[in-house]
């Protein structure tokens, strides 16, 4: 796969121009991954963004210092992961697992914020798609988790309701 | 509008220039609330940036569908940052802002603010770049509060 073909179809770029996105497609190329392989790590410095082209990627986050891990989003062909390489503090906030064979686009994160810098057009127009990206992730982590718990606390609720009887006959 | 030796004062705008520091400070009010008053709600229009002047300005979640329960994320003190989504599509607020004592904030209009970064692109890349660390910590935090409920949910369910 073309590096500057899949960077073009991706609506995370529409905005850049023909130069801006040959620029960016000199610092990036193509990996395949296979199923069960990592991205990236939680906490680990952050020194790549990926642009999935095909397959799925899966981030999990480690929720207890038991090892028990939360899988929080699901993303394939299209999606952009890994945009802590160009967010301050630079450490990726979760970790990234191919749960398909998978093709990405690797960005090197360090001399992205270089031409971002350089050319501030481009800065702002990547800044603003990763706020967008970062914003849609927030609103669908808060709807599907409290859709979770509340889900859960009316069945907990109707267990409770339905044990209560016998409590009263126990008096 | 208020003196833009104010808006130095902020690590939020450490790195711009005088000229846009003043062109800011023109788009910019002091605003004070009550103590238990809300600055903005979650789901409903974001049309301004806060800059925390005395706080703590707390940033809730709504953790039910209706929207009738609420849990603080993170909490915002003198010098902080929150209503990041005003400057950021579709321009809608992802929490709510409480005040639970008399806080003070500035507030900055947003549609003046991105009609500013259409004309200075390094004013633009300059503040969303803060913004989106700051978005980044919400979510890692959002997750993180959400998924501790989860995990203390009786097991086998879900």
Redesign the interface.
């Known amino acids: 796969m073309d590096v500057h073909k899949a960077l073009r179809r991706s609506a995370f770029f529409r905005n850049l121009t023909d130069e801006q996105l040959a620029t960016l497609a000199a610092i990036a190329h193509t990996e395949e991954r296979q199923r069960g392989e990592y991205l990236f790590r939680e906490g680990a410095p952050a020194d790549r963004l990926y642009l999935i082209v095909s397959g799925r990627v899966e981030l999990e986050?480690q929720?207890?210092a038991g090892g028990?891990i939360?899988v929080?989003e699901a993303l394939s062909a299209n999606d952009l992961v890994g945009?802590?390489a160009?967010?301050?503090?630079y450490l990726y906030?979760s970790s990234g697992r191919c749960v398909q064979p998978t093709v990405v686009v690797a960005i090197d994160g360090r001399r992205l914020r270089e031409l971002?810098r350089a050319d501030?057009?481009l800065?702002?127009e990547v800044?603003?798609e990763?706020?967008?990206i970062?914003?849609r992730?927030?609103?669908d982590?808060?709807l599907r988790?409290?859709?979770?718990?509340?889900?859960?606390?009316t069945?907990?609720a109707e267990e409770i309701a339905r044990a209560k009887p016998h409590a009263h006959q126990d008096e | 509008m208020i003196s833009s030796e104010i808006l130095r004062g902020y690590p939020f705008f450490a790195g711009l220039s005088e000229e846009e520091l003043q062109r800011i400070a023109a788009i910019t009010e002091e605003k004070t609330y009550e103590p238990n008053t809300y600055i903005g709600y979650e789901g409903h229009p974001a049309e301004k940036l806060y800059l925390v002047v005395i706080g703590p300005v707390e940033v809730q979640?709504?953790?039910?569908?209706e929207g009738l329960q609420r849990e603080t994320v993170v909490v915002r003190h003198a010098g902080e940052v929150c209503g990041?989504?005003a400057?950021?599509?579709p321009y809608i607020l992802?929490a709510s802002l409480f005040c639970p004592a008399k806080a003070t904030v500035l507030e900055i209009d947003a549609k003046a603010m991105r009609a500013m970064?259409e004309e200075n692109?390094?004013l633009?890349?300059r503040i969303?770049?803060r913004?989106?660390?700051i978005?980044?910590e919400?979510?890692?935090r959002?997750?993180?509060q959400?998924?501790?409920?989860?995990?203390l949910?009786?097991a086998g369910?879900?």
């Open positions: 986050i929720i207890d028990a939360a929080v945009w802590s160009i967010v301050e503090p906030t971002m501030a057009r800065g702002l800044y603003q990763i706020a967008r970062v914003a992730r927030l609103r982590t808060r988790l409290t859709r979770w718990l509340h889900t859960t606390g069945a907990l | 979640i709504n953790t039910d569908e990041w989504s400057l950021v599509e992802t970064f692109h390094h633009g890349y969303l770049q913004i989106a660390a978005a980044s919400r979510l890692k959002t997750r993180f959400l998924l501790g409920k989860v995990a949910q009786p369910r879900g």
